[in-house]
C-alpha cells in the first residue's frame, strides 16, 4: 500500500487518510474518509478505526449514498428533536390539529433531550412509557405521544433529499374502551336547568347534531342562510378541512333563527359569551363563546351530574355520542348521520354511536320467542308474540 504524506495529513489511499495532531505533532493512528458532499464540496468524516478495510466500507457505503441524493452523514448526526421540529413545521404549514401536537411536543421534548436518531431503540421509548404511566398518565394518551413520534419519523424519510435511518418498534399500550356516555332526556333537562343562558343554545345545537365544539364556537353569521336552511362551514373551520354543511331543521332551526333575529352588530360570531362587546378580542379556537370548561363543570355538579372522562362522567363532547347515537337509532342511515356531524370516516363514527339498545331489545325478544315457537317452550305469550295463533 502506497502511502504520501501531506503537511497535515498522511494520505493511505485514494478517499482514505491519518491526521497528525496539530497540538503533538505525531500522527493519530485512526483513519479518516473524505467523499463528496451531496450539491458540491467535499465531507472529512472519522472512521473511527484503524483497520483499512473497515474505512474503505464505509467510504463505499458513503459514496451509494451520494450517489442516491441521501445525506450520508448527516443521517447519523440527526436528533429526535430536529425530527420533531421539522414535523411541528410541517403541520404549521399544512393547519393541523396544533394544540393538541403541541401538548405532546411539550412532554417528548425533555424526554428526548439531545439523543440522536441512529440511538433510539425500542428500549428506550419503552422506559419512557414507564415513566409516563408512573407519573399517571393514562394509556390512551401515551399512546397519542408515540403516534407523534411515528409521525415524526416516517416525516424525516419523506424530506428531501430523504433521511435514511430504520424507525424502531414502538409497542402500542392497551387502552379502556373510553366510548363516552349519552345525554338521556333527563339528564338534557336537568343540565339546561343549570347552564347560564348563554350556553343553552350552543348545548343545545350540538346535543341535537354532534358538530365539533370549536366549529360551532366559530360559526359566523354568514356560514348561516336562512332561506336556505342550512349553515356552510368552510374548510378552514372543519377538523377535516373540507366544507361542511348542516341542515337545519325543528329545535335547531328555531334556535338559530333567534339567535340571529337580534345579534350584537359589533360580533360576526352566531354564539355569544357574556363579555362579549366591542373591542374585544374573540379567542381564535373558541370564538366569541370562548372556553367554558370552568362553567361547565358547575352546571354538570349543580344537576348532579358525574364530571369529567376520569370519573366515568359527562364532558361537552358527548353531545356528539347523543347525536351519532340518537340520530343512528331514529333511522338516518350511517351516512347521513356522519354527514350532519361532521364525521370522515365510518370507523370513527362507529366509536361515537353507542348502539341502539331499544332495536336490540325488541329484536331480542322476537329471536326468543321464535325459538319457543319453534320448541314449544316459553309462555303463551312469547308464542303468541312470534305469531303461534292458538
Known sequence: MTTTTHPTQQHIEPGIFRRWSPRTGKLIPDLWIHYPKPGGGTVREPANTTNVAVARKLRAKRLEEVGKGIPGRDTERTTLNALLDAFEQEAIRRGRDLPTLRSHLTVLRPAVGALRVKDFTTRTIERW???WQAAGTSNARINRRCNTLRAAFNHGRKTTPPLTFTVPFIPRLDEADHRGRRYTAADRAALLGTLPAYLKPLFGVAVAVG????????????????????????????????????PLDGEVLAIVTDLMRR????????????????????SKRWGCIGDFKRAWKTAL??????????????????TRNTAATDLRAGGL?????MAIGGWKTANVFRHYDLGNVEALRERLTQARA?????????????????????
Request: hydrophobic share 30%; net charge positive.
Open 211 to 246: 358538530v365539533r365544539r370549536g366549529q360551532l364556537g366559530r360559526t359566523l353569521r354568514r356560514f348561516v342562510d336562512l332561506d336556505q336552511g342550512a349553515i356552510e362551514w368552510p374548510p378552514a373551520e372543519c377538523k377535516a378541512k373540507r366544507a361542511h354543511t348542516l
Open 333 to 337: 342511515d350511517e351516512g347521513d348521520v
Open 301 to 318: 355538579k349543580r344537576a348532579g351530574l358525574p364530571i369529567g372522562r376520569k370519573g366515568g362522567g359527562f364532558v361537552f363532547h358527548n
Open 129 to 131: 412509557q414507564d415513566t
Open 263 to 282: 345579534p350584537p352588530l359589533h360580533c360576526p360570531y352566531l354564539f355569544h359569551s357574556p363579555d362579549c362587546a366591542p373591542g374585544r378580542q374573540p
Open 370 to 390: 321464535k325459538v319457543a315457537r319453534i320448541t314449544g317452550s316459553g309462555t303463551r305469550r312469547q308464542r303468541v308474540a312470534a305469531g303461534d295463533s292458538e
